[in-house]
């Protein structure tokens, strides 16, 4: 009986004309393009981010004068401060576009499984030739590649701008811009933000994004809470027993992008800058990160179970 | 070699029967229509051959088990939900190309035809359709497909009689072409009835009339009955008696249609009137006990 059934597709198939071939990534490619056009928002949120934050910093520019005039007054002492004042709002909307990241993450990976579901358009997306598994990967691709890369490429046209109006300031006072650019080091800035943002942002709490885009494909609604409440008790039962907190701790820090073992030196707030090393090695190496990988994978397998079975709600 | 063949179907919600032992057989090029009335399992039904939901017992659909193999399995299937489920965010055209960058049976230009003669624009958002056009486009996604079988799940619900016939016409006259094969779900059964050519009733998670047209045209004779020629009748065991404009219309499986002509006058019922007297009577017996 089984070896007559499982013949029948190909007899079914030798029927048609060969359909024209699609290479197994081209499903995975589109529906990550379905997942840009579904939540636009994650590339107009950023923007107008950047946008405020650049607004600001025009009105900033005001001091730019003074402070360069304080550098080329040649005073050791003064050279350096002067440097990392003019550095400092690079530094920040880096780090303003990272918390906008995180806050992007946490609410598409809450509503990632459950917006199909929904808006009942789960009936036609499973009307298609497309697996649970590819549409719930390509929901784990825009977590770990492109949110990260998405905010590195506007943090990178934020600082664009950023040095093109600290030159026309510069240049309108009569000032040297060339001294601008080379003091700056944007290039290795630039470097280690990409790597930061892979490191600490991407990989390190992708567990957790896991974890939430496992819970939007099971609750009905308000899926943030149902994704807080076991952390939440599982927090509290650690604190009656052992009278410690390190899983909240844990959880917390990890969404955040802290805790790493990446490119923090000791002591250091802001990740980048000529103390910072990067250490790779100890990254890939850490323990932590590994047994978040399990974690996030386990999650992916029952996000991808749990679509299997699900309609619309 | 059957599109759909299932055999003691089963399917249950905690202590509902939705589908109580369904034995299935579509062959291929065939028009199924699949009706019965509110909660009799219709959907459960389409549901366990689109593989959207598990089941017990056995099922093949194009040789292959819907559950475990769903999305090969939607290669060759097709299908329209109950209502409009197309995401409401998306354009026209981020539909077409979607659909054209996952589905390799998928014929763009095809769609487009079919788009062209409706006033959909291709920048449209989803959202900015009303619900007949939201079913042209669905329809035109569909069609433009090279599937071996469709499902329709009440495809029409809430559309204007404009956008009802449309559907069907366009359905038979630029999709259907005798080796495709359709299921359809519907309540509006006058208006496919003439698109069949196989009927089935299902009650209460069980097939209770499985035929196909011509069988059905050759089995039930309705008469409406000269009234010196009731009692007559009625002796002929009618499997169903309604009144209309003061005449006795009975309704007859399987009785020579010489023998009735000659009690009035003879012809074969409509779905209609032939769900009503084979569920109506089940529905009735429910009531009393």
């Known amino acids: 009986m089984n070896t007559q059934s499982n013949a029948m597709p190909d007899s079914f198939e030798a029927q048609r004309v060969a359909p024209a071939v699609l290479t197994a990534t081209q499903p995975l490619y589109w529906s990550v393009r379905r997942e840009l056009w579904e939540n636009r928002w994650i590339v107009i949120g950023q923007l107008a981010v950047a946008g405020v934050y650049l607004f600001a910093y025009l009105i900033s520019l005001a001091h730019l004068p003074t402070l360069m005039r304080n550098l080329s007054a040649q005073d050791p002492m003064h050279h350096m401060e002067g440097i990392a004042a003019i550095a400092m709002p690079y530094d920040i909307a880096a780090g303003v576009m990272m918390l906008t990241l995180i806050l992007m993450s946490v609410f598409y990976a809450a509503d990632a499984l459950h917006g199909e579901r929904r808006d009942r358009s789960i009936l036609f997306w499973k009307s298609l030739p497309v697996s649970d598994l590819t549409t719930v990967l390509a929901k784990a691709v825009v977590l770990l590649v492109v949110l990260p890369l998405l905010t590195f490429a506007v943090t990178v046209a934020m600082h664009i701008i950023m040095l093109l109006l600290n030159s026309v300031v510069l240049a309108a006072n009569g000032m040297s811009v060339v001294s601008l650019w080379s003091e700056l080091s944007i290039f290795t800035m630039w470097g280690q933000m990409l790597y930061h943002l892979v490191t600490a942002h991407a990989l390190w709490p992708f567990p957790v994004f896991c974890w939430l885009l496992l819970v939007s494909g099971w609750a009905r609604r308000a899926t943030l809470l149902w994704a807080a409440l076991p952390v939440v008790a599982i927090a509290g039962i650690e604190k009656l027993v052992f009278n410690t907190s390190y899983f909240i701790a844990t959880v917390g820090i990890r969404l955040i992008g802290g805790g790493a073992p990446t490119d923090f030196s000791p002591g250091q707030m802001m990740p980048f800058g000529p103390m910072t090393h990067l250490t790779p090695f100890r990254f890939l190496g850490a323990p932590g990160l590994w047994m978040g990988f399990i974690f996030a994978a386990a999650c992916l397998a029952v996000a991808v179970r749990l679509r299997r079975y699900q309609g619309p709600i | ?289």
């Open chain 2, 1 to 289: 070699m059957p599109v759909i063949e299932a055999h003691g179907l089963r399917k249950t919600f905690g202590t509902t029967t939705a589908l109580d032992g369904v034995d299935l057989r579509v062959e291929e090029g065939r028009i199924l229509g699949l009706i019965g009335p509110n909660g009799a399992g219709k959907t459960t039904a389409l549901n366990a051959i689109l593989g959207l939901t598990p089941y017990q017992g056995e099922l093949r659909v194009l040789g292959r088990d819907p559950w475990s193999d769903r999305d090969h399995l939607m290669c060759d299937v097709s299908f329209i939900a109950d209502v409009a489920v197309l995401p409401r965010w998306a354009r026209v055209s981020n539909l077409l190309d979607y659909v054209a960058g996952v589905h390799p049976r998928f014929d763009r230009a095809k769609a487009e035809g079919f788009l062209a003669r409706t006033s959909i624009r291709q920048r449209s958002r989803v959202r900015e359709l009303s619900k007949g056009m939201v079913t042209q486009l669905h329809l035109a996604l569909v069609m433009a497909i090279d599937a071996r079988l469709l499902v329709l799940d009440e495809p029409t619900l809430g559309l204007d009689i404009l956008y009802r016939k449309q559907f069907y016409d366009s359905l038979l006259n630029d999709y259907y072409d005798r080796s495709r094969t359709i299921v359809v779900t519907t309540h509006q059964v006058e208006e496919v009835e003439h698109l069949l050519t196989d009927l089935m009733f299902i009650n209460r998670g069980r097939i209770v009339l499985a035929c196909s047209m011509e069988e059905l045209e050759s089995r039930y004779v309705e008469v409406s009955v000269n009234p010196d020629k009731v009692a007559a009748a009625r002796a002929l065991k009618p499997i169903h008696e309604r009144q209309l404009l003061g005449r006795s219309i009975l309704l007859f499986d399987r009785v020579d249609r010489q023998q009735l002509a000659a009690l009035g006058e003879v012809h074969t019922p409509s779905i209609a009137d032939l769900f009503v007297a084979v569920i109506g009577s089940q529905v009735a017996a429910q009531g009393v006990a």
